[in-house]
T-cell receptor, first 115, second 115 residues
Framework: SAVISQKPSRDICQRGTSLTIQCQVD?????MFWYRQQPGQSLTLIAT?????????ESGFVIDKFPISRPNLTFSTLTVSNMSPEDSSIYLC????????????FGPGTRLTVL | GENVEQHPSTLSVQEGDSAVIKCTYS??????FPWYKQELGKRPQLIID?????GEKKDQRIAVTLNKTAKHFSLHITETQPEDSAVYFC??????????????FGQGTILTVHP
């Protein structure tokens, strides 16, 4: 399985500010994914972080709100921009193991609270 | 897009009993069905998965069954223990092209095992 770390583990932010979350994988992977888990809810895919090209966003998520970077095959960042209290959630990244590549492992998550 | 329904939302059992959680999916192209266990404050952990070319898979006390015709799959936990208490999520994914690795999650089941 992939070893995935995220930073920060949690943060409390003010309305209108932005937070960048980092995700590091211990091996090179072609795809990384970002999910949101609202309080007491399931996981929802935000976007696919593609190395060398723009991220692919799911319905309901836009690049201006959630810009993503993928500078290499082991690292990605997700920024939550112009935050409001509704953005309070856990944000998780995922990446596949060595094989098969559709098996996804999750980072520990970033718990975000927006005041 | 894919839609995954999960039942029940909560499940309470006595230690030693069996627990069954059921999921249905809508997209007949889905071919990969993982189950995740999420303990409070922790990341989702992959506990078992099944692919569309098999009907059943077992791993010690955990088993998953898949009925492609009916588009449903189930998680079976036998001889439950208090440490099985957690939230369980089913998910579905379809391989190929831009959907590879993307997971659509069910709503989750809170399993409580009473000693």
């Amino acid at each position: 399985s992939a070893v995935i770390s995220q930073k920060p583990s949690r943060d409390i932010c003010q309305r209108g500010t932005s937070l960048t979350i980092q995700c590091q994988v211990d091996s090179q992977v072609t795809m990384m994914f970002w999910y949101r888990q609202q309080p007491g809810q399931s996981l929802t895919l935000i976007a696919t972080a593609n190395q060398g090209s723009e991220a692919t966003y799911e319905s309901g998520f836009v690049i201006d709100k959630f810009p993503i970077s993928r500078p290499n095959l082991t690292f990605s960042t997700l920024t939550v921009s112009n935050m409001s209290p509704e953005d309070s959630s856990i944000y998780l990244c995922s990446a596949p193991g060595i094989w098969p590549m559709d098996t996804q492992y999750f980072g520990p998550g970033t718990r975000l609270t927006v005041l | 897009g894919e839609n995954v329904e999960q039942h029940p939302s909560t499940l309470s059992v006595q230690e030693g009993d069996s627990a069954v959680i059921k999921c249905t999916y809508s997209d007949s192209a889905s071919n990969y069905f993982p189950w995740y266990k999420q303990e409070l404050g922790k990341r989702p952990q992959l506990i078992i998965d099944i692919r569309s070319n098999v009907g059943e898979k077992k791993d010690q006390r955990i088993a998953v069954t898949l009925n492609k015709t009916a588009k449903h799959f189930s998680l079976h936990i036998t001889e439950t223990q208090p440490e099985d208490s957690a939230v369980y999520f089913c998910a579905a994914s379809k391989g190929g092209g831009t959907s590879y690795g993307k997971l659509t999650f069910g709503q989750g089941t809170i399993l409580t095992v009473h000693p």
